[in-house]
């Protein structure tokens, strides 16, 4: 791939912000927790190094928080073999195991913490049913028609998964409202999403003041483009309950066995845990996303990693749950997304960006940001006291292109990840997609490209322009009204 460009620097930064960040954290732990509403001198240096790198743990994640962390699987102890290894539990991992094991194939999972832990733990708790470049599916083999078919079929799939195995993670299609205060915007956006959302069978329709102060309850965004089939999900919950699907299967699933060492043995691959065991398989499927290790030095060479945040409100009073968002449709703002919102079913606001490179620790600073333009949206948000509950950050992953990474780095060993914003449709969906295909043995009928891994050039490019340059004009801009 070419170098990139500053333009698709910029591009690909405002996709980042329209998605809510924080879609594919990872692997690496740290015992460093937030202290919610501390200052900056309250952080140690561990502390910023945690919250930098986005490898806090997953108990400061507010969506940990509603029902708790799931079980902990074991560690591997013992030499095994399987048709499949996959190394990663997250919402890829985690679907393409119940996939397999849904298709009868023997499947082992080892996690280098336990499922959920990283992305899956911690994003923004969006579900987008879109892509916005459907130019780049021209160089798909077939144009991208197989894929797009796949798409209107399962763009549904966090929902679907979740009623059909009973996994309580608030899965709520109540759609994914796209918010403009001009005239301008709106235009340009509402232009830009009809041949994507014609190309991708979805239903969107254009709001008109009266209707967006019905969905909202704010006056604010006068304007709005609704995507009814979106919504929103305890990304968490989700990993965790297709984990716990897999294994009810037969799936084979084992926390706290970091992958070590790839090596082939004889017509497959053998891995190498930490502790020493090893798995034996025909084929091995890495899902590690932002944080691979270097057991693949290309798999973790061909993204752009980049730190983002989340946090959630403690429960918000009735009369104020009432106020905002009363549809409880996820909320975007165009052109830049600085404050994407979820209300959940815990009466929550969540919400997401990237950190302050001087003070990603530093939980109120980044508060008091989301509570000045909520209480600027809704201006009756002033009268009633909102609280921080969590904080917390992981690992974005951003590709070339704006589409996950389907790799082939030997024969038999594959990377599925670098899904950037789309991670909760698009993760559990290529995992189906991918398991159909493993089962099958037929890799040649992917509806999405099967590709080698590039590095990419300048890999710290552009979270540097984002975090350092982008995300603080954007924060002055709105402190001054502009957007």
């Not at 990474?405 to 030997?410: F, R, T």
Request: hydrophobic share 40%; charged share 20%; proline share 6%.
């Amino acid at each position: 791939m070419g170098k990139i460009s500053r333009r698709d620097v910029l591009k690909q930064g405002s996709a980042l912000l329209v998605a809510g960040s924080l879609t594919a954290c990872a692997e690496g732990d740290s015992s460093a927790s937030a202290k919610v509403g501390a200052s900056k001198a309250e952080f140690s240096d561990a502390s910023h190094q945690a919250y930098d790198s986005g490898t806090v743990p997953l108990a400061s994640s507010g969506w940990t928080k509603t029902l708790g962390e799931g079980p902990d699987y074991p560690s591997l102890s013992e030499d095994l073999s399987c048709d499949v290894l996959i190394v990663g539990a997250g919402l890829a991992g985690c679907s393409l195991a119940l996939h397999l094991a849904e298709l009868g194939v023997d499947t082992v999972v080892v996690e280098a913490r336990q499922p959920g832990w990283g992305a899956s733990g911690r994003n923004a708790g969006h579900v987008l049913p879109l892509l916005r470049d459907v130019k780049l599916f021209e160089q798909f083999p077939d144009k991208g028609e197989a894929f797009f078919k796949l798409f209107q079929e399962h763009h549904t799939i966090p929902f679907d998964i979740a009623a059909k195995y009973n996994i309580d993670c608030d899965a709520t299609q109540s759609g994914y409202l796209n918010a403009m205060s001009s005239q301008k915007a709106f235009d340009k956006f509402a232009r830009s999403a009809a041949r994507p959302a014609e190309r991708l069978g979805q239903s969107i329709k254009h709001l008109d003041a009266a209707q967006m102060r019905d969905m909202t309850g704010s006056d604010y965004y006068p304007y709005g483009v609704l995507y009814e089939s979106g919504g929103r999900v305890n990304p968490y919950l989700l990993s965790s309950g297709m984990a716990a699907a897999a294994q009810g299967l037969g799936a084979r699933i084992f926390g706290d066995s970091a992958a070590k060492k790839l090596s082939p043995e004889g017509s497959g691959w053998k891995v190498q845990v930490e502790q020493g065991a090893t798995v034996r398989c025909d084929k091995v499927i890495f899902c590690t996303n932002a944080y691979a290790t270097d057991i693949v030095p290309a798999f973790k060479q061909s993204c752009y990693p980049m730190t983002a945040y989340a946090l959630c409100t403690e429960p918000l009073p009735d009369e104020l749950y009432d106020i905002i968002m009363p549809s409880r449709a996820t909320l975007a703002q165009v052109p830049i997304d600085l404050n994407p919102l979820v209300v959940d079913a815990h009466k929550r606001i969540v919400t997401a960006s990237m950190p302050s490179r001087r003070r990603p620790a530093d939980a109120q600073w980044h508060f008091e940001h989301h509570l000045k333009w909520i209480q600027r949206t809704w201006p009756e948000a002033q009268d009633f006291p909102i609280k921080l509950e969590s904080y917390w950050t992981g690992r974005v992953a951003m590709r070339d292109q704006e589409f996950p990474g389907m790799y082939q780095h030997a024969e038999g060993v594959y990377g599925l990840m670098h899904f950037n914003a789309w991670g909760n449709v698009m993760a559990p969906m290529m995992g189906m997609a991918l398991a159909q295909a493993l089962a099958a043995d037929r890799l040649d009928q992917l509806p999405f490209p099967l590709v080698s891994a590039q590095p990419v050039a300048n890999p710290g490019k552009q979270e540097f322009i984002i975090r350092s340059l982008m995300i603080p004009a954007a924060r002055i801009a709105q402190d001054f009204g502009v957007i």
